[in-house]
């Protein structure tokens, strides 16, 4: 019989880009009423280096956060060749760093201060590796006679691999994985290594932005691949097992930049992200391991506590409606369209079970 309520832990978002500025203002609430924490990507224009830069820009998403919801900003730093090892044990230390975030120089947007020469890290990765900070990576190489769809697989060979071979303990977050060869190597290496997937990669293949005209909506980094490889993120996500969580890389940025000669990657998802995500749990049978994907998983990786909140969702008859778009300033943002109705709506609950 299928199941039309239940009730699981609040989750939380392990990927995500607020911004600064109107648009933080324009979508944290988005976050701050679907999510109790959120680990939020440093790459703004210029990237949070420092951990007194991450200290400011946390006290600015704070102060945007909506009365009466509850939410944490989980701060992370953006790693440079020049990032200094006592900085961030001190960020660690304080509690307020909970990870690096490692881009390939020019793997994508606002990324041009990321890493070249991956042997000027390792000095640090061993540093992080000793406290047990993790290492967020976004997981393509940037080699111009790289093919896009095959940037995963070639960075897990030529740089993931060995720099976990370098540095055996460090632990790592392979980001927003896309191929079935980042689910293998996840599930095939030990429990110092996880990976995040996002709503929109569980649901849209390269089809989505290429047939019957260009999309840029459905634009992303890494770009959705293959349906087989969607498969793969959809069998390890609603699987259960804790190497995996979802990370949703809602990115925003204006319409007036997507849509555009070269239009900027991201799709933002973080106001339709559990509506669809139960979509997609229940076809697959699976509505019993969102709780582990959403809200377990995560913390566990962490080491962080899970939420004691809980959520109720039912399915209703009829399809839930969201914005096609949200204003900021005098431009908008459009909402991810899964390109099917959504029926299960969510609030939050005491009960501990239906
Ligand atoms: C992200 C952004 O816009 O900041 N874009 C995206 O397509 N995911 C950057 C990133 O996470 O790669
Ligand atoms: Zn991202």
Known sequence: MSVSQFVMRRPDDWHLHLRDGHMLGAVIGHSSANFARAIIMPNLVPPVVTTEQAAQYKQRIISRIPAGHEFEPLMTLYLTEETRIEDVKAGAQSGLIKALKLYPAGATTNSDSGVTDFDNVIPLLESMAEIGLPLLVHGEVTDSD????????VFIERVLHPIRNRVPDLRVVMEHVTTSDGVDYVLSQGDNIAATITTHHLIINRNAYLVGGVKPHYYCLPVAKREEHRLALVAAATSGNSKFFLGTDSAPHLDGAKISACGCAGIYTSINTLNCLAHVFEDNDALDNLECFASLNGPAFYRLP?????LKFSRSDEPVSFPEQISVQNDHVTVFDPGFPLFWQHE??????V
Do not use: G, S, Y
């Open 146 to 153: 790289i093919d896009i769809f095959d940037r995963e697989a």
């Open 306 to 310: 899970v939420n004691e909140e809980r």
């Open 348 to 353: 939050p609950t005491n009960a501990l079970e």
